[in-house]
């Protein structure tokens, strides 16, 4: 655990996302995003629909989606290293969260012919693959069913080692 104080924000121009570190600048750019995703290696980041971004510890924990979720990414920042940590399938991707070195999904699945609803999995954090094995998780009906209006609003729990779907704001 770290005693940084990091903070994110929303980039511009080519810039996703403006990382502070005590004060110390990083940033996240588009072609740093085209060496690891290759949804977005011809497009720009007004192509990007979604992304949302959290730190934990020393982590900046991201995912970020196009085509109406169809193409995405979810990556691990270092901001100690300054690097990509790890990087795999992001398609449908709401909510990213880090726990027991292990990378924890949260996606929103919703398509032409699919009932919308919700899936879980994870992959050990330090995967570096789009398309990596993951572990599914088995969500009850209710979860599995229950979507929040905003993708934002969405948080995983632990209890213990056990992944919990909670809708926050509601």
């Given at each position: 655990m770290s005693?940084?104080?990091?903070?994110?924000?929303i980039g511009?121009?080519?810039?996703?996302?403006?990382?502070?570190?005590?004060?110390?600048?990083?940033?996240?750019?588009l072609?740093?995003?085209k060496?690891?995703w290759?949804n977005?290696?011809?497009?720009?980041?007004?192509d990007?629909?979604y992304?949302n971004?959290?730190v934990?510890?020393?982590y900046?924990?991201c995912?970020?989606?196009?085509?109406?979720?169809?193409g995405?990414?979810v990556f691990?920042w270092?901001t100690?290293?300054?690097?990509?940590?790890?990087?795999?399938?992001?398609?449908f991707?709401?909510?990213?969260?880090?726990h027991?070195?292990?990378?924890?999904v949260?996606?929103?699945?919703a398509?032409?012919?699919?009932?919308?609803h919700l899936e879980l999995?994870c992959c050990?954090?330090?995967a570096?693959?789009e398309?990596?094995?993951v572990t599914?998780?088995?969500l009850?009906?209710n979860?599995?069913?229950?979507?929040?209006?905003n993708?934002?609003?969405?948080?995983?729990h632990?209890?213990g080692d056990?992944?919990?779907?909670?809708i926050?704001n509601?």
């Amino acid at each position: 655990m770290s005693n940084s104080a990091i903070t994110i924000s929303i980039g511009k121009g080519d810039t996703l996302l403006d990382i502070s570190v005590n004060g110390t600048h990083q940033a996240i750019t588009l072609d740093m995003l085209k060496g690891i995703w290759k949804n977005i290696s011809e497009d720009e980041l007004s192509d990007i629909e979604y992304f949302n971004a959290e730190v934990y510890n020393n982590y900046i924990v991201c995912c970020v989606t196009v085509a109406q979720g169809q193409g995405g990414i979810v990556f691990v920042w270092d901001t100690q290293a300054q690097k990509f940590v790890h990087y795999s399938n992001g398609e449908f991707a709401v909510k990213a969260v880090i726990h027991n070195n292990k990378v924890y999904v949260l996606r929103q699945v919703a398509y032409w012919g699919v009932t919308a609803h919700l899936e879980l999995d994870c992959c050990p954090l330090g995967a570096i693959a789009e398309d990596n094995e993951v572990t599914e998780i088995s969500l009850d009906e209710n979860t599995k069913f229950h979507l929040a209006n905003n993708p934002d609003n969405y948080a995983i729990h632990f209890d213990g080692d056990i992944p919990t779907i909670k809708i926050e704001n509601e």
